[in-house]
Every structure is written in C-alpha cells, then in structure tokens.
C-alpha cells in the first residue's frame, strides 16, 4: 500500500505560491536536481518530440516545459497554481500554458502525441483521476514519462520512521521535531508516496503499458549525477532503490 504522510490533505494553489517557486529556483540553481534532470533528458532524447504536441501535465517552474519545447515540441503545459503558471511563461513564453485541474485536463480526447507528468503523483489525493484523463488525451501508442518519490529507498524508509515517531508523541519537544526536518525534509506538499511496484500497477490499470523504468538520487550534485551515468555505474546499480522514480509507458491500442 502506499504510504499516507501524516497530516496528508488537499493542497490548494495557495500551497504552490511565491516560496514553492522560489525554492525550486534554488534547487535547480544549486544544481541539487541535476540527477533528475539527466536522467530526464535521457529518456526525452529516445522520443520523437519534434513537431509533435506534447503535454506538460504539472509544470512546476517549467524546466521540463522548456526541455520539450527547445526540443522542437509543441508544448502545451497545464498546472491550476498561477503562481507555477507564472514561473514557467518566463521561462517558455512559447508554450501554451493553460490553468486548470489536472483530474479534468481541457484537451480532446486522442489530442496528443506524448505527456510528461514528473513530480506530480506524490501531490494529489486521487491519481487514478490523473492517469485517466492521461490515457483519454494521449493518442494510442503515445509515451508517458512519469516521475515520483521512491517509497522503497532505504533512507526514505529510516526518515519516515523518526517522522512517525516523533508526530505521534503528543507535545513532541521543538528540537525534536527540528531535528525529523533536517532528517527527512520531505517536502510538506506530499501526500502520499509509492513503491515501484505500486506506480507500475497504478499505469496497468489505467491502461498503460511500462516500458522501462529507473530509479536514482532525487537530489545529487553535478558530479555524483554524471559518475552514476557510466556504463558500469548503471551496471552496477541496476534494481537499486534510489530517491526517486522514472517510468515510460505507452498507452494502449
């Protein structure tokens, strides 16, 4: 089962305003995001984008938006934070950014030749309504490349258990609850997190078939990144259970 975050809710676009962005930025600055980015512009590099629509389900500060489009996509990006929405027309001031609900995407049904959704899972209270209109919007065959945090890495799983400890003891001292965030950060949006297996079940009931999968530091400086690259290092750590979760699927014929 997936595990429910405590204090787990319906995050509202007030939730997502000037400090998310802000904090994304300076992630993204640091470098702290470099793995995923690699990783992600990896699996983008073996999909036909050129001249081709692609949706951008969650556009957080639009850095994936801007990967789609500088790859010849037409890029159309959905997120319902204007703050987001913001962030990320200066940042892709070509794409067609739209604010809506993503359990309701304002698309026809077969309009789209590909979709990302990276980060969003681990947002939202009901996926199963995102995945659906995933599949209604993408035409058959199209790709889907998904990302989420990893339930299953093991410093996740050490972390967790100082969170659940310490907001289950009632008056839990501040230095101790200080001490859970330094810890585990986990971003306070999340609500929920999945095991590989879960999120691989979640894509064949909505009637997408995986293509491949890998798993790698959420958060890994330039070097760290590039060293886990290599032939052998991805030999290496074929199965490990890094941080966070990348998936491609196709829809069903």
């Given amino acids: 089962m997936p595990i429910e975050l405590a204090g787990a809710r319906r995050f509202g676009a007030d939730d997502y305003g000037a400090s998310f962005v802000a904090g994304q930025r300076a992630r993204y600055e640091r470098g702290l995001y470099e793995s995923r980015v690699r990783w992600t512009q990896r699996y983008l590099a073996g999909l036909a984008l050129e001249r081709r629509r692609w949706l951008d389900a969650g556009v957080g500060i639009g850095v994936f938006t801007r990967?789609?489009?500088?790859?010849?996509?037409?890029?159309?990006?959905?997120?319902?934070?204007?703050?987001?929405?913001?962030?990320?027309?200066?940042?892709?001031?070509?794409?067609?950014?739209?604010?809506?609900?993503?359990?309701?995407?304002?698309?026809?049904?077969?309009?789209?030749?590909?979709?990302?959704?990276?980060?969003?899972?681990?947002?939202?209270?009901?996926?199963?309504?995102?995945?659906?209109?995933?599949?209604?919007?993408?035409?058959?065959?199209?790709?889907?490349?998904?990302?989420?945090?990893?339930?299953?890495?093991?410093?996740?799983?050490?972390?967790?258990?100082?969170?659940?400890?310490?907001?289950?003891?009632?008056?839990?001292?501040q230095r101790e609850l200080e001490r859970v965030r330094r810890e585990f950060p986990a971003p306070s949006n999340h609500v929920r997190l999945y095991a590989p297996s879960e999120v691989l079940q979640l894509l064949a009931d909505a009637g997408f078939r995986v293509r491949r999968w890998d798993s790698f530091p959420r958060q890994a400086s330039a070097w760290v990144a590039r060293a886990l690259e290599s032939p052998l290092a991805t030999a290496l750590l074929r199965g490990w259970r890094g941080g966070e979760l990348l998936v491609l699927a196709e829809r069903g014929s």
């Fill in 67 to 173: 990967e789609l489009a500088q790859r010849g996509a037409e890029v159309i990006g959905i997120d319902f934070a204007p703050a987001v929405l913001s962030a990320a027309r200066a940042a892709v001031p070509s794409a067609a950014l739209l604010r809506a609900e993503l359990a309701h995407l304002p698309l026809r049904t077969a309009s789209c030749d590909g979709a990302l959704a990276l980060d969003v899972l681990e947002h939202l209270m009901e996926p199963r309504l995102l995945l659906a209109e995933l599949e209604r919007v993408l035409r058959p065959g199209a790709p889907l490349l998904l990302s989420t945090d990893n339930a299953r890495t093991p410093s996740r799983w050490r972390g967790l258990r100082r969170v659940l400890h310490a907001v289950r003891r009632r008056g839990a001292r």
